[in-house]
């Protein structure tokens, strides 16, 4: 099967994550892959199949190689594939990462676009609710996946550690942060910091994101926070292995998939309800969590920080409910919604 992504760009993120994986594996099982992206896009991952830059930094319906399948993503990539599909370049379908209009701006834009085309894929049970509340199509589900990289290096037996608690920011500016509730992560972290001054608590954050952004340096400076740029997977499963709790803070996610790697990798999990981690995260079963209104994220992370039975437990049963999430089945489920709607076009 012949397939183009319109992306606009691959740099670092889950959403480019999900992308990269879902090419590269089509393409190492035998399909005709390629990304579209405009010319002033970025490529962070390692890609195995070709790449497509367009001349402009806005994607045109000429653009387009013909295919068999056209699958869009952002709001912004949506109206051109719809255009270079009804020139006959291919069945177009959307792999929607996020839902846009409820925390991203030009929201009246990215509304419409759910109207474009009825073939869509989500991420998560509550997306495709959502979704289908609002617009009337209810997507397919293809759920995230974690690589064989991230896994427990049963590191944090090493004697006399300091017990280390982590989390992932991003580069506030832009306007795609604020879901992120960073603020109110720093905030809990301080208030941690203060109860348990022995504990180490470290930032992660994408080493391009840290060095270009002045508010992150500025927010994380004099903390006495230790910061981490992990440049790779290898480095990031590395720094997952030191945490014993990882924390996420975000409050909309289709996918959220730090807080699902860093179980993998054997961290035990303090997050915020933010809709699709209720896809891997259970209250009390496998992590610990909480409605943002609560203000409860502190108290959860000084419950596993006095509570050693209960962290290793719920760090034990995390590790072992996050291996039924892999990219292999991520791409089985794919390929196999993509072959079914594609039969149905033929009829």
Not at 304 to 316: G, Y
Request: aromatic content about 8%; glycine content about 8%; overall charge negative.
């Amino acid at each position: 099967m012949r397939i183009v992504f319109a992306v606009l760009t691959l740099s670092k993120g889950g959403a480019q994550r999900m992308l990269t994986e879902l090419a590269n594996r089509l393409a190492v099982i035998g399909h005709e892959v390629a990304i579209l992206m405009p010319g002033n896009g970025r490529v962070e991952y390692e890609m195995k199949c070709p790449i497509i830059t367009a001349p402009a930094t806005v994607l045109k319906a000429e653009d387009f190689p013909y295919s068999d399948v056209i699958i869009s993503n952002f709001y912004i990539t949506v109206p051109v594939a719809e255009q270079a599909s009804r020139q006959g370049k291919g069945l177009h379908l959307r792999l929607a990462l996020c839902y846009e209009p409820t925390f991203l701006p030009d929201n009246a834009l990215s509304f419409s676009s759910y109207h474009i085309t009825r073939n869509l894929f989500v991420l998560s049970r509550w997306q495709q609710e959502m979704i289908r509340q609002n617009h009337g199509i209810k997507g397919r589900i293809v759920p995230v996946g974690v690589s064989p990289v991230f896994r427990n290096m049963q590191l944090r037996d090493a004697p006399g550690r300091p017990l280390m608690i982590s989390a992932v920011m991003r580069r506030p500016e832009g306007g795609f942060a604020g879901h992120r509730e960073q603020d109110y992560l720093l905030e809990q972290l301080d208030m941690v910091k203060q109860l348990h001054p022995e504990v180490v608590i470290c930032i992660m954050v994408p080493p391009a994101e840290y060095a270009a952004s002045e508010s992150l340096q500025t927010r994380l400076g004099g903390r006495g926070y230790q910061i981490r740029t992990p440049g790779n997977d290898e480095e990031l499963a590395y720094h997952y292995n030191e945490s014993d709790i990882f924390v996420s803070s975000s409050t909309y996610d289709t996918g959220s998939l730090p807080g699902l790697e860093a179980m993998r990798c054997g961290a035990a999990l303090v997050t915020v309800y933010s809709g699709g981690n209720l896809e891997y995260a259970l209250h009390g079963q496998n992590c610990l969590m909480s409605y943002r209104y609560e203000n409860r994220l502190a108290v959860d992370i000084d419950t596993l920080v006095n509570d050693k039975e209960l962290r290793l437990h719920l760090a034990a049963r995390g590790e072992e409910d996050s291996l039924r999430f892999t990219w292999e089945r991520s791409v089985e489920i794919f390929q196999a919604e993509l072959f079914e709607l594609m039969s149905r076009q033929s009829l």
